[in-house]
Protein backbone atom coordinates (compact mmCIF):
# COMPACT_ATOMS: atom_id res chain seq x y z
CA UNK A 1 0.00 0.00 0.00
CA UNK A 2 1.00 3.77 -0.31
CA UNK A 3 0.87 6.23 2.80
CA UNK A 4 1.62 10.06 2.54
CA UNK A 5 1.52 12.71 5.31
CA UNK A 6 1.62 16.43 4.83
CA UNK A 7 0.91 19.25 7.18
CA UNK A 8 -3.05 20.10 7.50
CA UNK A 9 -2.38 23.91 7.28
CA UNK A 10 0.06 26.49 7.06
CA UNK A 11 -0.30 30.04 7.10
CA UNK A 12 2.54 32.91 6.05
CA UNK A 13 2.29 36.63 5.23
CA UNK A 14 2.45 37.94 1.57
CA UNK A 15 6.05 38.09 0.45
CA UNK A 16 7.15 35.34 2.03
CA UNK A 17 8.60 32.03 1.56
CA UNK A 18 7.05 28.92 2.58
CA UNK A 19 7.72 25.51 2.59
CA UNK A 20 5.57 22.14 2.53
CA UNK A 21 6.67 18.85 3.10
CA UNK A 22 5.74 15.57 2.44
CA UNK A 23 7.10 12.26 3.66
CA UNK A 24 5.81 9.05 2.08
CA UNK A 25 5.36 5.41 2.39
CA UNK A 26 4.97 3.29 -0.89
CA UNK A 27 5.54 -0.58 -2.94
CA UNK A 28 6.40 1.04 -5.70
CA UNK A 29 7.11 4.32 -6.71
CA UNK A 30 7.86 6.49 -10.15
CA UNK A 31 7.91 9.84 -9.33
CA UNK A 32 6.21 12.60 -6.39
CA UNK A 33 4.03 15.38 -8.08
CA UNK A 34 2.40 18.43 -6.35
CA UNK A 35 -1.37 20.10 -7.16
CA UNK A 36 -2.81 22.96 -6.40
CA UNK A 37 -6.77 23.03 -5.96
CA UNK A 38 -8.43 26.50 -5.13
CA UNK A 39 -11.96 26.12 -3.20
CA UNK A 40 -14.51 24.98 -5.55
CA UNK A 41 -11.92 24.16 -7.74
CA UNK A 42 -10.50 21.04 -9.71
CA UNK A 43 -6.80 20.30 -9.01
CA UNK A 44 -3.79 21.63 -11.52
CA UNK A 45 -0.98 19.79 -12.10
CA UNK A 46 2.29 22.39 -10.41
CA UNK A 47 4.94 19.76 -10.62
CA UNK A 48 6.73 16.38 -10.71
CA UNK A 49 10.05 15.10 -9.80
CA UNK A 50 11.18 11.42 -11.32
CA UNK A 51 14.63 11.79 -9.43
CA UNK A 52 16.20 13.31 -6.55
CA UNK A 53 16.77 17.20 -6.79
CA UNK A 54 14.93 20.49 -7.08
CA UNK A 55 12.93 21.18 -10.50
CA UNK A 56 12.18 25.11 -10.52
CA UNK A 57 9.10 26.86 -12.61
CA UNK A 58 8.65 30.26 -11.53
CA UNK A 59 8.18 31.24 -7.98
CA UNK A 60 7.56 27.20 -7.11
CA UNK A 61 10.46 24.31 -6.92
CA UNK A 62 10.02 20.97 -5.44
CA UNK A 63 12.32 18.62 -4.35
CA UNK A 64 12.64 15.27 -4.19
CA UNK A 65 14.34 12.83 -1.83
CA UNK A 66 14.18 9.12 -2.79
CA UNK A 67 16.63 7.54 -0.31
CA UNK A 68 14.30 9.64 2.40
CA UNK A 69 11.12 9.15 0.92
CA UNK A 70 10.61 12.64 1.63
CA UNK A 71 9.87 15.71 -0.65
CA UNK A 72 8.87 19.18 -0.86
CA UNK A 73 7.00 21.93 -2.21
CA UNK A 74 8.71 25.56 -1.92
CA UNK A 75 6.39 28.54 -2.23
CA UNK A 76 8.85 31.86 -2.88
CA UNK A 77 6.88 35.45 -3.37
CA UNK A 78 3.73 34.52 -1.94
CA UNK A 79 0.83 36.19 -3.27
CA UNK A 80 -3.12 35.80 -1.71
CA UNK A 81 -4.35 34.14 -4.89
CA UNK A 82 -1.24 31.39 -3.63
CA UNK A 83 -3.96 30.73 -0.65
CA UNK A 84 -5.44 27.20 -1.58
CA UNK A 85 -4.57 23.41 -0.37
CA UNK A 86 -1.76 21.93 -1.98
CA UNK A 87 -1.81 18.04 -2.83
CA UNK A 88 1.21 15.51 -3.01
CA UNK A 89 0.70 12.54 -5.27
CA UNK A 90 2.96 9.22 -5.70
CA UNK A 91 3.07 8.06 -8.77
CA UNK A 92 2.92 3.61 -8.79
CA UNK A 93 2.68 0.90 -10.69
CA UNK A 94 0.07 1.27 -13.59
CA UNK A 95 0.64 4.72 -13.35
CA UNK A 96 -2.17 5.36 -10.09
CA UNK A 97 -1.55 8.33 -8.03
CA UNK A 98 -2.32 8.20 -4.87
CA UNK A 99 -2.51 11.53 -2.91
CA UNK A 100 -2.06 12.87 0.62
CA UNK A 101 -4.17 14.56 2.46
CA UNK A 102 -3.30 18.06 1.50
CA UNK A 103 -2.16 21.18 3.24
CA UNK A 104 -4.27 24.43 3.31
CA UNK A 105 -1.87 27.42 2.88
CA UNK A 106 -3.34 30.62 3.65
CA UNK A 107 -1.70 33.65 2.94
CA UNK A 108 -2.41 36.78 4.93
CA UNK A 109 -1.55 40.26 4.26
CA UNK B 1 -8.74 21.78 -27.54
CA UNK B 2 -11.97 21.56 -23.93
CA UNK B 3 -9.24 18.84 -22.39
CA UNK B 4 -11.10 17.37 -20.15
CA UNK B 5 -15.04 17.35 -19.40
CA UNK B 6 -17.20 16.06 -17.03
CA UNK B 7 -21.17 16.58 -16.94
CA UNK B 8 -23.34 16.70 -15.26
CA UNK B 9 -21.70 19.60 -12.53
CA UNK B 10 -24.60 19.06 -10.12
CA UNK B 11 -26.81 15.89 -9.13
CA UNK B 12 -28.78 15.14 -6.22
CA UNK B 13 -30.21 11.79 -6.16
CA UNK B 14 -32.27 9.35 -3.65
CA UNK B 15 -30.65 6.52 -2.16
CA UNK B 16 -31.22 3.48 -4.68
CA UNK B 17 -31.20 5.14 -7.53
CA UNK B 18 -28.60 4.87 -10.24
CA UNK B 19 -26.87 7.15 -12.58
CA UNK B 20 -24.10 7.74 -15.37
CA UNK B 21 -21.44 10.67 -14.76
CA UNK B 22 -19.58 11.36 -18.43
CA UNK B 23 -16.03 12.09 -18.65
CA UNK B 24 -14.11 12.83 -21.81
CA UNK B 25 -11.17 14.08 -22.72
CA UNK B 26 -9.76 15.46 -26.52
CA UNK B 27 -5.91 15.20 -25.71
CA UNK B 28 -5.80 11.18 -26.96
CA UNK B 29 -4.40 10.32 -23.63
CA UNK B 30 -4.14 6.53 -23.08
CA UNK B 31 -4.81 6.74 -19.12
CA UNK B 32 -8.14 7.95 -17.54
CA UNK B 33 -9.17 7.55 -13.84
CA UNK B 34 -12.12 8.62 -11.57
CA UNK B 35 -11.46 10.25 -8.39
CA UNK B 36 -13.89 11.28 -5.38
CA UNK B 37 -13.00 14.05 -2.74
CA UNK B 38 -14.96 14.53 0.65
CA UNK B 39 -14.65 17.53 2.13
CA UNK B 40 -11.57 18.53 3.70
CA UNK B 41 -9.64 15.04 2.09
CA UNK B 42 -7.47 14.22 -0.49
CA UNK B 43 -8.19 12.42 -3.77
CA UNK B 44 -9.33 8.73 -3.47
CA UNK B 45 -8.67 6.79 -6.89
CA UNK B 46 -11.99 4.64 -7.78
CA UNK B 47 -11.23 3.26 -11.00
CA UNK B 48 -8.47 3.63 -13.86
CA UNK B 49 -8.08 2.46 -17.40
CA UNK B 50 -4.72 2.33 -19.81
CA UNK B 51 -6.26 2.32 -22.84
CA UNK B 52 -9.61 1.68 -24.24
CA UNK B 53 -11.10 -1.91 -23.31
CA UNK B 54 -9.11 -1.87 -20.37
CA UNK B 55 -10.18 -0.98 -17.32
CA UNK B 56 -8.87 -1.92 -12.55
CA UNK B 57 -10.00 -0.80 -9.50
CA UNK B 58 -8.74 1.60 -7.39
CA UNK B 59 -8.90 2.39 -3.74
CA UNK B 60 -12.54 2.35 -2.99
CA UNK B 61 -14.20 0.72 -5.94
CA UNK B 62 -17.48 -0.78 -4.56
CA UNK B 63 -20.48 0.60 -5.88
CA UNK B 64 -18.85 1.91 -8.71
CA UNK B 65 -18.55 0.43 -12.54
CA UNK B 66 -17.00 1.92 -15.10
CA UNK B 67 -16.28 1.48 -18.97
CA UNK B 68 -13.82 2.07 -21.71
CA UNK B 69 -14.99 1.59 -24.90
CA UNK B 70 -13.25 4.73 -26.81
CA UNK B 71 -9.93 6.21 -26.04
CA UNK B 72 -12.44 9.79 -25.57
CA UNK B 73 -14.85 8.50 -23.26
CA UNK B 74 -14.84 6.81 -19.17
CA UNK B 75 -17.87 6.86 -17.74
CA UNK B 76 -18.74 6.31 -14.10
CA UNK B 77 -21.60 4.37 -13.31
CA UNK B 78 -23.15 4.42 -9.43
CA UNK B 79 -24.97 1.35 -9.12
CA UNK B 80 -27.42 2.10 -6.65
CA UNK B 81 -26.42 5.36 -5.02
CA UNK B 82 -25.49 5.80 -0.86
CA UNK B 83 -25.50 8.50 1.07
CA UNK B 84 -22.36 7.51 1.97
CA UNK B 85 -21.21 8.49 -2.09
CA UNK B 86 -22.05 11.91 -1.37
CA UNK B 87 -18.83 13.48 -2.79
CA UNK B 88 -16.73 15.31 -5.16
CA UNK B 89 -16.09 13.68 -8.34
CA UNK B 90 -13.52 14.41 -10.50
CA UNK B 91 -12.36 12.51 -13.69
CA UNK B 92 -8.94 12.89 -14.89
CA UNK B 93 -6.48 11.94 -17.95
CA UNK B 94 -2.56 11.54 -17.42
CA UNK B 95 -0.38 12.58 -20.28
CA UNK B 96 3.44 13.49 -20.04
CA UNK B 97 3.53 12.98 -16.70
CA UNK B 98 0.87 15.39 -15.35
CA UNK B 99 -2.49 14.35 -14.35
CA UNK B 100 -5.37 16.90 -16.29
CA UNK B 101 -8.39 17.18 -14.42
CA UNK B 102 -12.10 17.80 -15.25
CA UNK B 103 -14.50 20.75 -13.65
CA UNK B 104 -15.88 17.87 -11.00
CA UNK B 105 -19.48 16.36 -10.11
CA UNK B 106 -20.73 17.70 -7.06
CA UNK B 107 -22.87 14.52 -6.25
CA UNK B 108 -25.66 14.67 -3.51
CA UNK B 109 -27.68 10.97 -2.25
CA UNK B 110 -30.51 11.71 0.16
Known amino acids: GQSLEQPSEVTAVEGAIVQINCTYQTSGFYGLSWYQQHDGGAPTFLSY????GLEETGRFSSFLSRSDSYGYLLLQELQMKDSASYFCAVSGAGNMLTFGGGTRLMVKP | NAGVTQTPKFQVLKTGQSMTLQCAQDMNHEYMSWYRQDPGMGLRLIHYSVGAGITDQGEVPNGYNVSRSTTEDFPLRLLSAAPSQTSVYFC?????????FGPGTRLTVL
Open chain 1, 49 to 52: NALD
Open chain 2, 92 to 100: ASTGGGEQF
